[in-house]
């Protein structure tokens, strides 16, 4: 059985570091060509692809948000990390991390349960 | 980067309804385009992958098609369960999702 599950502060002052954590179970992160992305959605928004990891390690981030996120894995613990620099407010949302099966097409079959963050002093 | 639009961005339909919404991307993506579904709360469920290819265990009332820029997501009969909101994905290049359609209940 395929489960994910983020983890992270709930709230983040302006200008902080959010750092989440997703762990996987039900399948290996060297799997290969399987992936794992973030995405995020603010209330009542549509969803926005942030980043995603290979089980290669190939790593690609969203164009707009490059330069603030950093994606990474630890295959040994099942998890999957994403940091995002100097948040702000219109960085509320929830936070899904979900995984890309492989074939190809970069389709996600199994996703989080995601978890909300809030950005606020 | 590649921009998708969608349209209607919500429509009004009675169970038992035809129900087409179009997704255009900003350029070709061949058949670089899925589609989810979403429920409020809830994480999207992967209805159509690879613009035609339907996900295992998703009813066939739903169907996609199209490539190069223009696709469609149909439901042949819309039944209580799927209203929700639509979002297309291209993975051509850099993921991205369209804004979303919102289909409720006329």
């Known amino acids: 059985q395929v489960t994910l599950k983020e983890s992270g502060p709930v709230l983040v002052k302006p200008t902080e570091t959010l750092t989440l954590t997703c762990t996987v179970s039900?399948?290996?992160?060297?799997?290969?060509?399987?992936?794992v992305s973030w995405i995020r959605q603010p209330p009542g928004k549509a969803l926005e692809w942030l980043a995603h990891?290979?089980?290669?390690?190939?790593?690609s981030y969203s164009t707009s948000l490059k330069s603030r996120l950093t994606i990474s894995k630890d295959t040994s613990k099942s998890q999957v990390v994403l940091t995002m620099t100097n948040m702000d407010p219109v960085d509320t949302a929830t936070y899904y991390c979900?995984?890309?099966?492989?074939?190809?097409?970069?389709?996600?079959?199994?996703w989080g349960q995601g978890t909300l963050v809030t950005v606020s002093s | 980067d590649i921009q998708m639009t969608q349209s209607p961005s919500s429509l009004s339909a009675s169970v038992g309804d035809r129900v087409t919404i179009t997704c255009r991307a900003s350029?070709?993506?061949?058949?670089?385009l899925n589609w989810y579904q979403q429920k409020p709360g809830k994480a999207p469920k992967l209805l159509i992958y690879a613009a035609s290819s339907l996900q295992s265990g998703v009813p066939s009332r739903f169907s996609g098609s199209g490539s190069g820029t223009d696709f469609t997501l149909t439901i042949s009969s819309l039944q209580p369960e799927d209203f929700a909101t639509y979002y297309c994905?291209?993975?051509?290049?850099?993921?991205?999702f369209g804004p979303g359609t919102k289909v409720d209940i006329k």
């Open positions: 350029q070709s993506i061949s058949s670089y």
């Open positions: 990891i290979f089980s290669n390690d190939e790593k």
């Open positions: 994905q291209q993975s051509y290049s850099t993921p991205g």
């Open positions: 979900a995984r890309i099966r492989g074939s190809g097409w970069l389709e996600i079959d199994y």
């Open positions: 039900g399948f290996s992160l060297s799997n290969a060509r399987m992936g």
